[in-house]
């Protein structure tokens, strides 16, 4: 069998040293033969730059790393001098970091070109000699690849005054590209996020946002069918079912994909389910956000958006669910085309690795309940799987009565009145049920259902005295899952703001 490419983001390197490669080519001819001006946003370590590397190599004229591959007879694999810069590799603290990051990068392409150009010009007017010289050695239009574009942005956002200097910075140097239009045969970018028209895009307005395009859907992370046969030999013995729930589940408009990170790490770590991806990069802004804007966490899990909200954001009005799809915490669940026109897109939680890993990290900003938690965690799923409720009650007490007196004094969201409903949420969700926040009946919205294979949960909060079963069973939040052949538990929680616990539980259960 091949080798796994772990780690491993240069094509050449894969095909010469006989390691696993899923073939893109045809989506990179379609690409190719499409747009002048491309761009691609992905969250990360989902496969963007070892595509960029590959159509590095396609411009490159080296046609014998691509034999067997849907490309290798169909392109006539001219030779193009390629400048590529990636931005990986820096902390961009600040705009002297910046900048020299984007001198190193220049000065690379000059030695690998075989050009001089005068470094005593800002980056910009480098950048611009940099293509004409290069055009002018070669007598051929250039191409030019651009991995990590938001990087230099993104490391400094939650420093909004520092990220608009890193911005114009940005659109300073991409706007070069827009000026030497004459001399470019291919340009793509690729990044995690989509900023605005308005600031970095402003001055690439020819640019194709293929991002949203089905027809790349499936442009980075391996498919089922790329599971159920290139990987085959690597899976031997594992449970495909449970893989997949665990692993696959983003999508971009066309088939669910599995990020290659996680699989690869999987087979390489003889099959242990663990959170791969979302380890090698801890959300922090994100809770940031969350706390800043008291954000209802229930809501994560019925998330609908439109698509011009879904493409782009900018640094002044950060999206938090635009961000967490952008960053791969959400994906997109359904699309629906809109009676006036235009679509909407529902998003979800991708997979059981996002929804356990996410949530705990949840779970210790909201409570601070570091090891406790995972005592909680498996009462909770035996209480909710085997429909014990009086251990559900049981528990909820316990996690509210150990949440430490000073979460709620120095945790903004905490003084919310939906803290409560979203610590019971986030700790359900890290379990991996299907969950849905504020689920939109005919008669109302029910405030968090839980549903599994054969029961499902309708649960009702309430802060104070308000009777919040009677309020389920007024509205009959029922009737929308009374065809299922499911049992329907009716249960309402109702909290003491004082004693910051549950003060009183109801349930009932129906049987169909």
Request: glycine content about 6%; some cysteine; charged content about 25%.
């Amino acid at each position: 069998m091949k080798k796994l490419p772990i780690g491993i983001q240069t094509f050449s390197e894969i095909i010469k040293n006989n390691y696993i490669y899923i073939d893109k080519t045809d989506i990179a001819l379609n690409l190719i033969e499409t747009y002048k001006y491309a761009f691609l946003s992905r969250p990360r370590r989902f496969g963007k730059s070892l595509f960029l590397d590959t159509l590095k190599n396609i411009f490159q004229g080296n046609k014998e790393f691509f034999k067997g591959l849907y490309i290798y007879d169909k392109w006539d694999f001219k030779k193009y001098p390629v400048i590529t810069i990636s931005w990986a590799g820096s902390s961009f603290a600040n705009m002297a970091l910046l900048e020299e990051k984007a001198k190193e990068e220049l000065k690379e392409n000059q030695k690998k070109l075989g050009v001089e150009c005068d470094m005593n010009l800002s980056p910009f007017g480098c950048f611009n000699e940099l293509i004409q010289k290069v055009y002018e050695k070669y007598q051929m239009p250039v191409v030019v690849l651009i991995d990590e574009y938001d990087k230099p942005i993104l490391n400094v956002v939650e420093n909004l005054d520092q990220a608009k200097k890193h911005r114009e910075f940005i659109k300073g140097f991409y706007e070069v590209l827009k000026d030497n239009d004459e001399y470019l045969k291919f340009v793509f970018l690729t990044g995690v996020s989509k900023f605005s028209k308005a600031s970095i895009f402003s001055g690439l307005n020819m640019i194709s946002d293929i991002s949203l395009s089905p027809k790349y859907g499936n442009i980075c992370g391996y498919t089922q069918n790329d599971i159920e046969t290139s990987f085959k030999p690597y899976l031997e013995g594992v449970d495909l079912k449970k893989f997949k729930n665990y692993y696959n589940g983003y999508n971009f408009l066309k088939d669910p994909v599995y990020n290659p990170f996680d699989t690869l790490q999987f087979i390489e770590n003889n099959f242990l389910y663990d959170n791969y991806w979302f380890e090698s990069g801890t959300p922090t802004f994100l809770i940031k956000l969350i706390e800043q804007n008291n954000y209802f966490l229930p809501k994560l899990s019925n998330v609908v958006v439109g698509k011009e909200l879904l493409a782009s954001f900018d640094i002044e009005s950060i999206n938090l669910e635009v961000l967490l799809y952008q960053s791969g915490y959400l994906t997109i669940e359904s699309v629906k085309e809109k009676r006036r026109g235009g679509f909407e897109y529902k998003l979800k939680l991708p997979n059981i690795e996002v929804k356990q890993s996410f949530n705990d990290i949840l779970i210790d900003f909201l409570t601070n309940q570091k090891t406790e938690k995972y005592q909680f965690q498996d009462d909770l799923y035996d209480a909710i799987v085997d429909g014990k409720l009086e251990l559900f009650q049981k528990v909820l007490k316990s996690i509210f009565a150990s949440i430490p007196y000073n979460n709620y004094t120095n945790n903004n969201i905490s003084k919310a009145e939906g803290f409560y409903a979203s610590v019971v949420y986030v700790y359900l969700q890290s379990l991996g049920f299907d969950i849905i926040g504020e689920d939109v009946t005919n008669k109302g919205r029910i405030d968090l259902t839980i549903k599994l294979s054969d029961k499902i949960y309708i649960i009702e909060f309430k802060v104070g005295k308000d009777d919040a079963l009677s309020q389920i069973k007024k509205k009959k939040y029922h009737e929308k899952y009374q065809n299922g052949n499911k049992d329907i538990y009716l249960i309402g929680i109702n909290f003491d703001e004082k004693e910051k616990n549950v003060s009183k539980f109801e349930w009932e259960r129906l049987y169909f």
